[in-house]
Each structure stands twice: as structure tokens, then as C-alpha cells.
């Protein structure tokens, strides 16, 4: 699914309903639209969720943030990492448009125990680490994935990348650091450690 | 992508340095070179700061590779309208269509399922607390109960008070909270749990929805229902229905979806429940029933040209095609049948906070105003009323032990104590006189059934381990066939067969009711028979006195050697019967004689046979529990074994042998008094870890909550694990004892379920003992029908037992759904006389009680 080549259109940062085009496309567009929904719906939903805590909230966010992304099909240069900027954007402006209106029983709620605040970060910092990946270039998303997802070794790594081993280890090492970075910039220390 | 580093998050380390962390977080690192890194991260802080925000990233990184077990779906509407927006082919569209309406029902559902799941759990306990407030008036023996037990109920008490409370209060605050709830769910539970706000939103619709098409339908639909998920266990509860079959949906849900019990569905057809009376709205028949504290408007789910009417989850769906397009609808079932008043209120109050939480968050599809409002309203006097009930109860000071039986059954969350102690305890006395209930075709009393009876009333034949063990275990884990995400752990223990205590003598002392009551035909069979078989177990090493008492004690025999025991059966069935039961008088008498003969080197016992304490004459049961008490302090253990099941003080010899270490036995007819029970005794006689407790320390990371099922009367505080004076169960020779644990895994967790620690006193050499397991997490852990017979059996037991007792889960389990696992049971078993009771009981109850 990879985006037809075009300018990249920075993700919108004001709110504001969307106008739907019924614009003609091609089926292989609209397969490709449709299959992105399908992969990144649940990902974008928990992310939006860790975000504004309210899964109404979420869900209109979500669906206005592909809403858009329709609008814009063509000129996106990279769909995934858009979308998740997209709604990221979207769901803080939502929480700066609202911050009077914060749950009231955010507190009551939260005294029983740090397991809800706590997955919901967990949520908003996954949700953040997929926007970021989906951002880097394609040689480092393949290393993370060999690693993370494939669960392969430096060495396997390397044999497959023709990388070298400490090469693998260095790229690793500084991607993992400018995640760790972003996350700390975000707001978020990270997992549940 | 820029990987500058805009700040450095730890300082001016050497970025080789950097590297070996990363390396050592990522699992790349060396022992060796682990070694030397913890060297340099004890001395340099920074270090360890930097290494701790890679390992928090690397969590982090690892979730975001790792796909979605249970991935999380939009509301239907949105669904349908960025597909639509998408301009999605048209031979998908029906599709998506048909699923969007599915997501909305099946929405609904979850909505109901759980609003069902803690109403039961709500409804259960003031049940409970009002039958105990009832039962607790006339009767001297709770309170006994209560006072032995007392300061650790009443803190318990006071807890469990304090966490309904707050539960209230949750209710109360706010209706944002039950959609915070939710949100609290998801990352673990996927979408199973999830009422997508807007659908659930719609089962608002009052009936002038009925008439508005949500959804436009571009053309006549096929009958049939799209199945929603792709290839993921975690079912919306949609099902595909080939075309021309629309009313096949009973087997197909079944097969696809056991939980949802689709048994029922020939009931789906008929709209009317089983209370309930019929009318017509719209052209549509929509049961009404009556017993709900909401009328069955606000179930309805309407959508043109389909019709989505949820209810709790246990129909199943129907669907017809008589309008154009199809019907999709579960069964309403009969919600009132068993409720008393409290569960009602209980159930006006839920549905209504449901209610109110979609009418403020919901956004767009509301329903109009007044009736949330007034629901709150309602809501809000329903809760009053619970609190008034609660405070009233407070206020009696009836009622710690449901209180207690309250906080015993609820999840514990592992967060806030993921440590679980009990005395591991074995008896088999609930189940049998459940089951000899169950034989005269009557319902026995809740108060009566302990489910950690129930399933250790089984030899699973777990494997002896090697004598120098000491001690075995086994853990073993399958899905909860009756609750989404819960998973039932099964840990066995075992003692090898070859106690070391084999050779030690045994001192008993025989306490014989021969008060009236006793003198039926079938209990003096009884009892002949199980002196009989006690006299078999003796050698001549043992001494036996025995005491015969009713309004006085008589000293029939005393210290007889043990070969000579045959003799007391002829003594005691030439006893006279008289009227009156002395126990107090009787207990001082045999407590007098034990110690007189008691040997240091021998086991010291005291047995005490009777048909029940109906009648314990004046005895103050807190009187007799401290005497019990203080002979154990002495080195004397008091078993008890029951003669009969009906007019039996269940409780209370439950709660005397808690105090006096021993074992507690019924026997219903003469036959019981065969090898179970003479092993029971045998056991009892000879313990070969005494002082049995268990802790299981649950991971917080991997297990998200858990619920020990039975051994409600057998907790212990965390601390007193290793405390040795705080005194727990014994157990025997080759004996077995499980505890069955059911338990939240955590989907994306980490790590091991947790462990398993035992410790006991070794009877022979007096020390202690202490082992350790870990119990393992199993990905893959199998359905409940599919798991082993081990597990099937332990699992069907306690569900039968949590079904009598109606606790929390009572509702949750359908008898149906367990029908095909009960019957490869009675395969399997086919020799076990236990399991075919068990059989036969699952099908009294059936007969008794519907599925």
C-alpha cells in the first residue's frame, strides 16, 4: 500500500468537520484506503483512547482523522505515520479545546488503584512509538522489525541486511535512544516499569 | 528520519557505553558481560537512569511490533461511514453493512453481558447478606461461627463495606465512570467487553426509534449474519449463516460460540420469556418482562429493515426474513426469574446507570431526556436503598460473615494484592450432602456448600512425588468457559504416599452420639459400619476409648488396644438411646480421658460421630470451639465425621474441626463408610504434613486479577504464611489437595502467572517445610472442553458448586454449555463411583432448575 508519490501535505492542526468529496478514485486506491483502515483502526483507537481517555471521544476522532485522510488520499506521502500525527494533533487539540471539561470523576476514579491512568499511558505511549516508527525511514522501521517483531539477533539481523553486526547494534542503539528521547519529550516515561 | 540527539537524556555517557546497555536490555549481552555492566550500573547512577528509560522504551517498542490479539473496532456507524466515505466496492458494502448492525448488537450484548457480570456479582451479595441476616436470627451456631473467627471478618467486614461502598459511589458519581470502565478494559480484554458507546447508545431508543431507519440498506439483504472478526477467538458473537437457514442459528451458535449458550434458541423463535407476556409495537412482538425494573422498551434495539433486540447474553439470535431484509434479535430471557427484591432494585439500578452513561456520553444518538433523568433519579433512591440495607446491617452487627463471603468471592486485583494465602484444607463433606440433597430431589442450603469441597472430593491421580519431595504440585491452566478472558488454574499438591508418620501410634478417643436421634435404623447401620472400619485401621499399638453420649457422657470403654478395637462395635450397638444431647459435658469428658492416655510420641485425637448438633444442647458454641482450641494447643486433634446429611449442623462441625485441626467427614448411608472414608480417617489419624499452608504470589504484570474459588473459611493474612503459630489444615499420606484459581491473564503482559509456595510442618521431625514452584504461563492455553479431564473435573465441580450456592458466577454458568464436557467425563471416569455422582448431580440439577 504504498502512497501514489506526491507533496506531502503536513497533517491538519485546527479542528473542523469534514466536508465528504465522493471524489472518484481508482479500485486500487480506495483497496489500498480501505486496507489501511483495517490494519491501523485498532492501533489509532487505543492510541486516541490513551490520549483523550474517553473512547466516544476516540472514536469521533478516529473517524474524522480518516475521514480526512480520504480527503487527502493522493497527496499523502506517508499514510500510517500521517494518520497517527493526524489524530495525535486532533486529540490534543481536542484536549486543549476541552480541558474545563476533564471527567469529573477523573480522581474518584483514579483512587482505587493506578491500573487505569497506567494502561492508558501505556496505550498513548504505544500509540506514540507506532506514530514514530511509522515515520522513520524504511532501513530503520525493517531493523526494528526484525528485531522486535521477527525477534531475530544482532547476527541474524546482520546476515540478512548484510549490516554489520556491531553496525546493527549502533543503529539500534540510537534508534531505541531517539525513541526513549521522544517518549520523554511526549511526556511519558514509558512502559509500566 | 533524524535521530539527533536533541537532548541526552543521561548526561555525557560514552555513547560505547550506551551501546552495552542497549545490547544488555535487548538481550544481546553476555553472562559475562551482564556481570560486568551490573558492576558499572551499581556505581554509576546515570547509567542506571539511562538504562531504565531503554528498558521503559523497549517495553514500549516491543507492544507497538507485537500484532493485536484482540484488536479494537470503531462503532459500526463510524465503520460504515468511512467505508462509505472510502467509497468502498459495492459487493462490500452489504457486508460491512450487515456487520455494522452486528457490531451494534453484538455492542448491546457486551453491554448486557456486562452489566449481567456485576449485577449477579452485587445481587449475590446482598442475597447472601440478607439470608444470613435471616438465618443468623434464630440460631446460636453463626454466631459461633462469627466469633471464632472474628477479628479478621470483622476487618474484613469493615473492607468489604468500605468496597461496596466505593463501588456505590462510583455508580453514583458519575456515568462517565462505567465508560471509564471500559477503557480500563480495553487493553487487555480487546474489544469483547467494549460497548462501543454510540450502538449501546441505541438500546435507548425508545419506540418511536422502531419506526426511523438508522441505516439505509442499499438493497434486500441475504439472511445471514456477517461474521465480524477475522480469524480471532474473541468472537463479537457473530455468526455466518448460510443463506435459506435462518433459523439454524441454535446449533451454529453453539458450535461457534459455547459461552454465548445457545442452547436455548428454540426459545429466540418464540418471542415471549418465560415470565414475560407479549405485545406488539410497531408491528414488532417484543417480550415484556416483567420482573425487570425497566420496561423491555428501552431493550430494544431497532433498525430498519432489521431488528436488534439485546438483552443479558444468553439467547442467542434469531433471524427471519419476513419483512424485507432480516430480523437479527437475541432471546430475551426470562432476567427476573430468580431475582428477589434486592436483585431487582440491583437491576433497575444497573440498567438505568447504563442508561444515564449513554444519555450524557453518548453524544448523537440519544434518547430523549426524561427517562435517563429519571433513571438517575432512580438510580440514586435504588442506591440509597442498598446503603440503607448495608447500614442496617452494620448496624445489627449480624452480618461479617457475608460481608466477608462478599470480599472472599470478589476478583482481587493483583495490583493491590497480588498475594493469596489460605490453609489448605480438604474435605469432601459439602459435596456429599449436596449431593444426598440433590438424590431426595431437594435444592441444598447455599449456606452448606463449599466449592473447595466440592472439588476435592476427587482423586485426580495427580502423580506422587519421590518421599524426599515431601510435597508434589502440579499447575495447570485452561480458558474459563463461562467468562471472557479468565482463565482457571488448577494447582494440585501432593503428599507421597509414604508418610513417615505410618509407624507412629494412634491414640483416639471415641465420642459416640447416642442421643434419640440416633437410634434410626440407616444410622446405626451407619455407625456400625464406620466403627468397623475404624477398628480395621488400628493396630495394637493404638488405644481407643470410647464415649457414648446423650444427656450424660458414658465412658464405655477405655484405652483398648487397637487389635482389640473390634470389640467396641459390639459395645456400642448394645449403647441405649436416650434423649439429649450434652456436648459440652461429653467434649470435657473426652478431653479429660485423651489427655490421661496421651502419649507425646503418638498422634492424639479425638473423634466425635453424631447426626448432627441440631440440638448441642446449651452448649455455647464459642464455649466448645475453645475447648477444641485448647486441646490442639495440647497436642489433641478433634476430627468430626456426620452421620446423615439432613438436620446435620453442617457449619458448625465445619468450624469445630477448623479449630481442633482435623477432618471433617459425612457419611450419608453405610456404604459411604467404605474406602473414601476410611481413608479420610486414615489420613486424618496419620498426617503427613501438618500445618498446611499455600500461598500463591500472582505476577501483577502477566495476571491482572484473580478469585480463589471456595475456601471462603480458610483464608489467611499474607503474614501469617510463614507465622507458624497461626494454625492451617493437615494433610495425609498420598493425599491430594487442589485449589482452583481463576485468573485475568493479561494478554500483553509479561513474565509467569506467578508462583506457587507451600510450607507444612513435617510431623515426624516437627520442623518446617517450605517448597516453591513456579506456575508457568501458557500461551496457548486450551478451551475449557478441550483441556484435560483433570482440569474438566475440577472446573464442572466448582461450577456446580458456585451454581448451587448461587454465588457471583451462578448466573454466568449455563448447565447446558457444560453438558458436553460433564459427558465425556462420565467417559472418562466410567470407574469413579465420585464422578458419577457428580454426573447424576449435574443432571438432578438440570432436571431441577432448567439450564
Known amino acids: 500500500m504504498e502512497p501514489p508519490p506526491s507533496s506531502s501535505v503536513e497533517p491538519p492542526l485546527t479542528g473542523g468537520t469534514s466536508a465528504l468529496p465522493v471524489s472518484i478514485r481508482s479500485g486500487g486506491d480506495r483497496t489500498a484506503l480501505a486496507e489501511l483502515f483495517h490494519t491501523e483502526e485498532s492501533g489509532l483507537l487505543r492510541f486516541a483512547i490513551g490520549l483523550v481517555r474517553r473512547r466516544t471521544v476516540a472514536e469521533e476522532l478516529v473517524q474524522e482523522t480518516f475521514l480526512r485522510l480520504h480527503q487527502l488520499w493522493g497527496e499523502v506521502e506517508n499514510p500510517r505515520a500521517w494518520l497517527y500525527r493526524s489524530l ?77 553486526v556491531s553496525n546493527v547494534g549502533y543503529r539500534l542503539h540510537h534508534l531505541l535512544k531517539h525513541l526513549a528521547t521522544m517518549l520523554r519529550a511526549a511526556g511519558i516515561e514509558g512502559s509500566r516499569r | 528520519m533524524n535521530h539527533s540527539e536533541e537532548t541526552n537524556p543521561s548526561g555525557a555517557i560514552p555513547a560505547e ?33 539511562f538504562k531504565q528509560q531503554i528498558e521503559a522504551t523497549h517495553a514500549v517498542v516491543q507492544h507497538a511490533e507485537r500484532s493485536e490479539r484482540a484488536p479494537m473496532r470503531l462503532a459500526p456507524e463510524r465503520r460504515a461511514k468511512i467505508l462509505a466515505a472510502f467509497g468502498v466496492p459495492a459487493e462490500v458494502s452489504p457486508d460491512e453493512a450487515n456487520e455494522a448492525v452486528i457490531l451494534k448488537f453484538a455492542a448491546a450484548r457486551r453491554r448486557r453481558r456486562k452489566t449481567w457480570a456485576w449485577t449477579s456479582g452485587l445481587a449475590a451479595s446482598l442475597t447472601l447478606a440478607s439470608v444470613l441476616a435471616l438465618r443468623v436470627l434464630p440460631s446460636s451456631q453463626p454466631m459461633m461461627v462469627r466469633e471464632v473467627q472474628s477479628a ?121 420469556g418465560a415470565n414475560g407476556e407479549s405485545r406488539t409495537v410497531g408491528g414488532v412482538v417484543k417480550p415484556i418482562d416483567k420482573s425487570w425494573g425497566v420496561t423491555a422498551d428501552e431493550e430494544t434495539i431497532a433498525l430498519s429493515p432489521f431488528e436488534v433486540s439485546a438483552s443479558r447474553d444468553q439467547g442467542g439470535y434469531m433471524a427471519s426474513n419476513s419483512i424485507a431484509g432480516s430480523r437479527v434479535r437475541t432471546e430475551l430471557k426470562d432476567l427476573g426469574k430468580d431475582l428477589d427484591f434486592g436483585k431487582k432494585q440491583t437491576f433497575a439500578y444497573i440498567v438505568a446507570t447504563a442508561a444515564a452513561d449513554d444519555f450524557l456520553t453518548g453524544g448523537k444518538t440519544v434518547a430523549p431526556a426524561t ?67 440433590l438424590a431426595r430431589g431437594e435444592r441444598p442450603d447455599p449456606a452448606t456448600i463449599r466449592p473447595e469441597e466440592f472439588y476435592n472430593a476427587f482423586d485426580y491421580g495427580d502423580p506422587s512425588p519421590a518421599a524426599a519431595e515431601r510435597v508434589g504440585c502440579r499447575v495447570e491452566q485452561s480458558g474459563h468457559p463461562f467468562m471472557q478472558q479468565r482463565n482457571l488454574v488448577r494447582i494440585a499438591m501432593k503428599v507421597p504416599s509414604s508418610g513417615r508418620s505410618a509407624t507412629q501410634a494412634l491414640h483416639l478417643t471415641v465420642l459416640l452420639d447416642t442421643s434419640g436421634s440416633m437410634e434410626r435404623a440407616d444410622r446405626v447401620a451407619t455407625v456400625h459400619r464406620a466403627l468397623e472400619v475404624l477398628a480395621s485401621l488400628l493396630t495394637a499399638n493404638d488405644r481407643v476409648t470410647l464415649i457414648g453420649f446423650a444427656r450424660q457422657p458414658h ?130 489419624f496419620r498426617p503427613a504434613a501438618e500445618n498446611v499452608k499455600v500461598q500463591v504470589r500472582f505476577n501483577p504484570a502477566r495476571v491482572g486479577s484473580y478469585r480463589l474459588i471456595g475456601f471462603e473459611q480458610h483464608r489467611l493474612k499474607e503474614e501469617d504464611f510463614r507465622n507458624d503459630k497461626v494454625d492451617a489444615a493437615e494433610l495425609a499420606a498420598d493425599e491430594a489437595a487442589v485449589a482452583l484459581y481463576q485468573i485475568e491473564v493479561l494478554p500483553e503482559g509479561e513474565g509467569e502467572l506467578g508462583e506457587v509456595f507451600v510450607r507444612f510442618r513435617d510431623p515426624a521431625t516437627k520442623t518446617m517445610i517450605e517448597r516453591s514452584w513456579p506456575m508457568l504461563h501458557d500461551p496457548q492455553a486450551r478451551a475449557f472442553d478441550r483441556s484435560t479431564p483433570t482440569l474438566q473435573l475440577a472446573g464442572t465441580a466448582a461450577f456446580l458448586a458456585e451454581k448451587l450456592r448461587g454465588g457471583e458466577l451462578a448466573n454466568l454458568i449455563r448447565l447446558d454449555d457444560l ?12 470407574n469413579s463411583a465420585r464422578v458419577q455422582q457428580l454426573v447424576q448431580m449435574f443432571e438432578q440439577m438440570r432436571r431441577q432448575s432448567g439450564p
Request: hydrophobic share 40%; aromatic share 4%; net charge negative.
Open chain 2, 819 to 830: 453438558a458436553p464436557t460433564v459427558n465425556s467425563l462420565r467417559g472418562h471416569y466410567a
Open chain 2, 555 to 684: 465412658l464405655l470403654a477405655e484405652n483398648v488396644a487397637g487389635d482389640q478395637a473390634s470389640q467396641l462395635v459390639e459395645l456400642a450397638s448394645h449403647t441405649p438411646f436416650e434423649g439429649g444431647t450434652n456436648l459440652e459435658e461429653a467434649l470435657k469428658l473426652a478431653g479429660e480421658l485423651a489427655q490421661r492416655h496421651q502419649d507425646a510420641a503418638a498422634q492424639n485425637r479425638i473423634v466425635f460421630i453424631t447426626d448432627g448438633a441440631a440440638n448441642l444442647g446449651n452448649a455455647n458454641p464459642q464455649a466448645l470451639a475453645t475447648t477444641i482450641e485448647q486441646l490442639r494447643q495440647q497436642g489433641i486433634s478433634f476430627d468430626a465425621c456426620g452421620v446423615g446429611t439432613d438436620g446435620l449442623d453442617d457449619t458448625v462441625l465445619e468450624a469445630l474441626t477448623r479449630k481442633g485441626d482435623g477432618r471433617y467427614t459425612v457419611l450419608d448411608q453405610a456404604s459411604d463408610a467404605d474406602a473414601g472414608f476410611a481413608q479420610q480417617l486414615a489420613g486424618a
Open chain 1, 88 to 164: 495525535r494533533n486532533l486529540a490534543l487539540n481536542h484536549l486543549r479545546d476541552h480541558a474545563r471539561e476533564s471527567p469529573l470523576d477523573e480522581t474518584t476514579q483514579l483512587a482505587e488503584g493506578d491500573h487505569p491512568s497506567e494502561l492508558l499511558g501505556q496505550m498513548e505511549a504505544v500509540g506514540l512509538v507506532r506514530m514514530l516508527l511509522a515515520e522513520m525511514s524504511d532501513e530503520d522501521r525493517k531493523l526494528i522489525r526484525m528485531k522486535y517483531h521477527d525477534d531475530l539477533k544482532y547476527r541474524d539481523i546482520s546476515q540478512r541486511t548484510g549490516i554489520s
Open chain 2, 17 to 49: 557505553m550506551e551501546a552495552r546497555i542497549v545490547a544488555a536490555v535487548v538481550g544481546e549481552a553476555s553472562a559475562f558481560e551482564l556481570a560486568e555492566l551490573e558492576r558499572l550500573l551499581a556505581e554509576q547512577p546515570e547509567l542506571r537512569t
Open chain 2, 152 to 272: 479478621r471478618e470483622e476487618s474484613d467486614f469493615v473492607r468489604a463495606e468500605g468496597r461496596l461502598s466505593m463501588e456505590k459511589k462510583k455508580r453514583e458519581a458519575s456515568p462517565l465512570i462505567v465508560e471509564k470502565e471500559n477503557v480500563e478494559a480495553e487493553p487487555t480484554d480487546g474489544p469483547t467487553n467494549q460497548p462501543a458507546p454510540p450502538a449501546a447508545a441505541m438500546a435507548l431508543s425508545s419506540s418511536d426509534t422502531l419506526a426511523k431507519p438508522k441505516i439505509e440498506m442499499p438493497r434486500q439483504l441475504p439472511v445471514r449474519v456477517a461474521e465480524v472478526q477475522e480469524g480471532n477467538r474473541r468472537l463479537y458473537g457473530a455468526v455466518r449463516i448460510p443463506p435459506k437457514k435462518p433459523l439454524l442459528f441454535g446449533d451454529q451458535m453453539k458450535r461457534i460460540e459455547p459461552q454465548a449458550g445457545g442452547g436455548k434458541l428454540l426459545d429466540a423463535v418464540s418471542p415471549t
Open chain 2, 371 to 437: 427517562p435517563a433523568e429519571s433513571s438517575l433519579s432512580e438510580l440514586k433512591t435504588t442506591a440509597a436503598t442498598v446503603d440503607e440495607k448495608l447500614s442496617n446491617l452494620k448496624a445489627d452487627q449480624r452480618e461479617p460473615q457475608s460481608a466477608a463471603a462478599v470480599d472472599n468471592r470478589a476478583e482481587i486485583n493483583t495490583r493491590t494484592e497480588p498475594v493469596s494465602t489460605f490453609s489448605l484444607h480438604v474435605s469432601d463433606a459439602s459435596f456429599r450432602i449436596a449431593q444426598a440433597a
